[in-house]
T-cell receptor, first 110, second 112 residues
Framework: NAGVTQTPKFRVLKTGQSMTLLCAQD?????MYWYRQDPGMGLRLIHYSVGEGTTAKGEVPDGYNVSRLKKQNFLLGLESAAPSQTSVYFC?????????FGPGTRLTVT | GESVGLHLPTLSVQEGDNSIINCAYSNSASDYFIWYKQESGKGPQFIIDIRSNMDKRQGQRVTVLLNKTVKHLSLQIAATQPGDSAVYFCAEKEGSQGNLIFGKGTKLSVKP
């Protein structure tokens, strides 16, 4: 099992550009999550999904969109990147209980 | 809103000593708690969890204690090793449909 994988690992964007982060899990988990982590901060939930075809807003959803067209994939989109979105992004998946995290994507917006 | 916090942002211990990392939570309805370890440049890794119907749970070299009266959670690491150096996060959850709420983390440094 690869667990939770994320692509890309690193990305640099200019303000106003768009991009999509891909998360994939091979554990047949129903729940998937996108978090951001800023220096000295804990993880903050952006969006999550409780199953294929469903998405919901988390704590900090503004400026992001998500889609869960397939159970194993959860996409995070930035339509018009802003410097405030410079962060490390983590995807996670779970059944009920503990969440399994991917290795993260480091995004810099200049 | 409710939040999970930590008493100390950094903790430095000698190799071989025991470590205790503390966490305060404020949502009395939370019924599930997790400790995660995050090494530099990696994603958080599950260490141990505990449900609110328990007050202690032991794993390999780790023990989690839950005191619901004062809403306090602690992680004890026995015989701390250099490989234990990381940031440790506690997280809480309310109900089966609730999302995890993470604390800001405690950095553990192990001196050889």
């Amino acid at each position: 099992n690869a667990g939770v994988t994320q692509t890309p690992k690193f990305r640099v964007l200019k303000t106003g550009q768009s991009m999509t982060l891909l998360c994939a899990q091979d554990m047949n988990h129903e729940y998937m999550y996108w978090y951001r982590q800023d220096p000295g901060m804990g993880l903050r939930l952006i969006h999550y999904s409780v199953g294929e075809g469903t998405t919901a807003k988390g704590e900090v959803p503004d400026g992001y969109n998500v889609s869960r067209l397939k159970k194993q994939n959860f996409l995070l989109g930035l339509e018009s990147a802003a410097p405030s979105q410079t962060s490390v992004y983590f995807c996670a998946s779970s059944r009920v209980g503990e969440q399994y995290f991917g290795p993260g994507t480091r995004l810099t917006v200049t | 809103g409710e939040s999970v916090g930590l008493h100390l942002p950094t903790l430095s211990v000698q190799e071989g000593d025991n470590s205790i990392i503390n966490c305060a939570y404020s949502n009395s309805a939370s019924d599930y708690f997790i400790w995660y370890k995050q090494e530099s440049g990696k994603g958080p890794q599950f260490i141990i969890d505990i449900r609110s119907n328990m007050d202690k749970r032991q794993g390999q070299r780790v023990t989690v204690l839950l005191n619901k009266t004062v809403k306090h959670l602690s992680l004890q690491i026995a015989a701390t090793q250099p490989g234990d150096s990381a940031v440790y996060f506690c997280a809480e959850k309310e109900g089966s449909q609730g999302n995890l709420i993470f604390g800001k983390g405690t950095k553990l440094s192990v001196k050889p």
